[in-house]
């Protein structure tokens, strides 16, 4: 079955930028979206389509997909950021079709 | 702006059906999207449990083995989940969401809070 791998995690200080990956086979051939999940919340989608970004997210979540390997970045990283990230991506030849990552939680 | 809540029973026995439902407030679900089931364990990550399309056709996580059925009442504005044969694994934070089709990316942008069902006797 198609699997997303994510590092667990990723600390970066306060206005730094973090960059969280993402791989895959053939990961650039698909769409790929990013979520964040705060501690008991549910998720909310920060980037859609490799590098879209929906009404509301700010603008230092940007998102780029190539190769085998997406990247979620956060460019001057605020204490809020932290959470947990989940990229995820639809594979026709995988029996759970919507693959989510493994999640990487992120230490600001 | 569209919300979703699901609703259902709390504790679900071993070998019983979970059933869950999320009821659709915002937007009217056969005008469309896909209305989809997404869960989580404990302390884990999150798990595609399957989604219908406005027009009720339904696609489902095949590691689930058959046991998932998911169904639309347009008139009640809702979508439904069930569960057969559940064990222990199936403990979980569920949640139900709007996703795009998979030609855009399959993504979710709205989601339910989430409801914790646990399976024990």
């Known amino acids: 079955s198609y699997e997303l791998t994510q590092p667990p995690s990723v600390s970066v200080s306060p206005g730094q930028t973090a960059s969280i990956t993402c791989s895959g086979d053939d990961l650039g051939d698909k769409y790929v979206s990013w979520y964040q999940q705060k501690p008991g919340q549910s998720p909310v989608l920060v980037i859609y389509q490799d590098n879209k970004r929906p009404s509301g997210i700010p603008e230092r979540f940007s998102g780029s997909n190539s190769g085998n390997t997406a990247t979620l970045t956060i460019s001057g990283t605020q204490p809020m950021d932290e959470a947990d990230y989940y990229c995820?991506?639809?594979?026709?030849?995988?029996?759970?079709?919507?693959?989510f990552g493994t999640g990487t939680e992120v230490t600001v | 702006q569209v919300q979703l809540q699901e609703s259902g029973p709390g504790q679900v026995k071993p070998s019983e059906t979970l059933s869950l439902t999320c009821v659709v407030s915002g937007y009217s679900i056969n005008s469309g999207y896909y209305w989809g089931w997404i869960r989580q364990s404990p302390g884990k990550g999150l798990e595609w449990i399957g989604w219908?399309?406005?027009?009720?056709?339904?696609f489902y996580n095949s590691s689930l083995k058959g046991r998932v059925t998911v169904s639309l009442d347009t008139s009640k504005n809702q979508f439904s989940l069930k569960l057969s044969s559940v064990t222990a694994a199936d403990t979980a934070v569920y949640y139900c969401?709007?996703?795009?089709?998979?030609?855009?990316?399959?993504?979710?942008?709205?989601w339910g809070r989430g409801t914790l069902v646990t399976v024990s006797s």
């Open positions: 995820q991506a639809w594979d026709t030849s995988s029996a759970s079709n919507y693959v």
């Open positions: 969401a709007r996703g795009a089709g998979a030609t855009t990316g399959g993504y979710f942008d709205s």
């Open positions: 219908i399309s406005h027009r009720a056709a339904t």
